[in-house]
C-alpha cells in the first residue's frame, strides 16, 4: 500500500510497470533511478525511493519520487567540462619543454604547477641566433582556460621571434606588437627574459613587467636584483623595452626566476611566502640540482599555506653556474 501524500504526488508521474512489485519484493533495493512519465507527456528521469512503516497491524510502502532530470543535466554538463579541461591540460603539457638546454657549465631546470587543471604560466628555452640560450618565464593575468590559451599564442610570438633576434628586448618589443594586436589592451602578459651565452657567461635580461630576476653568488649573497624594463606584453603595441645592465655570471652563481604564485602564496592568517623564503632556500641548498631546487621551493610554498588550497600556478626556473 501506498501512503495517501504520494498519492497525490503519483497523480503527476506515471512510473515504469512493475516499479511497486519490484520495490516490494526487493529488500535489498531502496532507491532505483528510472524514466517516468508526466501527465502532460513529458519524459523525466526520477529517483524513486522506499522504505516500509508498520502502522497498528498494518504495514505500509512509502514512495519518495523526486525529478532528478535537471541533476543529470548538470552532471553531464561536469563530465563534459571535465573531458575538456583534460584535454586542454595534456595539450598544454605538451608545450612545456621536453628537457632543459644543453649548455656546457650550466645546470638549467624549470617546473610548473598549474593551481587549475590548465595555468596562465609558462616557462622555455629558446635557442637563440648568437648562441645564447633564451631563458624565460611568463605569466598571464588570471589561471584557468582562457588564460592557457593565451599562454599558448604569446610562446608561439616570442618562439617565432626569437629564431631571428638575440636581443632580449627586441624578443618583447616584437612579441608585444603581434599580441597587442589581439588583445587590445584588455589582457596582459608579464615577461621574464634571460639570455645566457654559455661561452661568455654574460647575462642580458628584460623584463615585461615580471617580477624581479635574482642572481645570488656562491656564498648566497645577492649580486643582482633585475627588474622590470617595460609594461606587460599586450599592454601597448607601440612599446620600446629596454635591457638592464649586463651581469658576467661566475662559477657557484645562481640564477632565480619565478612567478608571483609563489612569493605571494598566503596562509588563513594573511601572510605571504615571500621572495625572500625563497632566497633563504637557495641559500640552504648550494649543492641541490637545479631540478631539484625548483621542485623544493614549490613544495615548501605549497607546504606553507597547507591547509589552504593552491590559490595561483607556482612556476620556477633556476640556473646554476658550475
Not at 98 to 114: E, L, N, Q, T, Y
Amino acid at each position: 500500500q501506498i501512503c495517501s501524500k504520494t498519492l497525490d504526488f503519483l497523480q503527476t508521474i506515471s512510473t515504469p510497470p512493475g516499479t511497486w512489485k519490484l520495490a516490494a519484493e526487493a529488500e535489498d533495493r531502496k532507491v532505483f533511478e528510472s524514466l517516468a512519465r508526466r501527465s502532460d507527456g513529458t519524459e523525466v528521469e526520477v529517483e524513486i525511493g522506499f522504505t516500509r512503516m508498520r502502522m497498528g497491524q498494518q504495514q505500509w510502502l512509502v514512495a519518495f519520487i523526486r525529478d532528478i532530470t535537471e541533476r543529470r543535466r548538470h552532471e553531464a554538463e561536469i563530465r563534459k567540462t571535465r573531458q575538456e579541461f583534460a584535454a586542454a591540460r595534456e595539450i598544454q603539457s605538451r608545450l612545456f619543454p621536453k628537457s632543459s638546454p644543453r649548455a656546457p657549465g650550466f645546470d638549467i631546470a624549470g617546473v610548473s604547477h598549474a593551481a587549475e587543471a590548465t595555468g596562465g604560466d609558462s616557462f622555455d628555452y629558446l635557442p637563440l641566433p648568437d648562441g645564447s640560450w633564451g631563458i624565460l618565464v611568463a605569466d598571464v593575468a588570471g589561471h584557468g582556460m582562457g588564460p592557457a590559451l593565451l599562454m599558448a599564442e604569446t610562446r608561439f610570438c616570442l618562439r617565432m621571434t626569437a629564431r631571428s633576434v638575440s636581443s632580449p628586448a627586441e624578443i618583447l618589443t616584437q612579441a608585444n606588437r603581434l599580441l597587442a594586436e589581439d588583445l587590445g589592451g584588455d589582457r596582459y602578459v608579464t615577461v621574464s627574459l634571460a639570455a645566457i651565452h654559455p661561452e661568455t657567461r654574460i647575462l642580458r635580461h628584460a623584463s615585461a613587467g615580471h617580477p624581479a630576476t635574482w642572481v645570488l653568488n656562491a656564498a648566497g649573497h645577492i649580486k643582482a636584483n633585475l627588474r622590470r624594463t617595460g609594461k606587460p606584453l599586450g599592454r601597448q603595441g607601440n612599446t620600446a623595452y629596454g635591457e638592464n645592465p649586463t651581469i658576467l655570471l661566475e662559477s657557484g652563481d645562481t640564477v632565480l626566476q619565478l612567478t608571483d604564485g609563489i612569493d605571494e602564496a598566503m596562509r588563513s592568517d594573511g601572510s605571504l611566502f615571500t621572495v625572500e623564503r625563497v632566497l633563504d632556500l637557495i641559500r640552504a641548498y648550494p649543492g641541490m640540482p637545479a631540478a631539484d631546487l625548483a621542485e623544493r621551493i614549490c613544495s615548501e610554498a605549497r607546504a606553507f599555506t597547507h591547509p589552504e588550497p593552491q590559490t595561483d600556478d607556482f612556476t620556477v626556473v633556476i640556473v646554476r653556474v658550475l
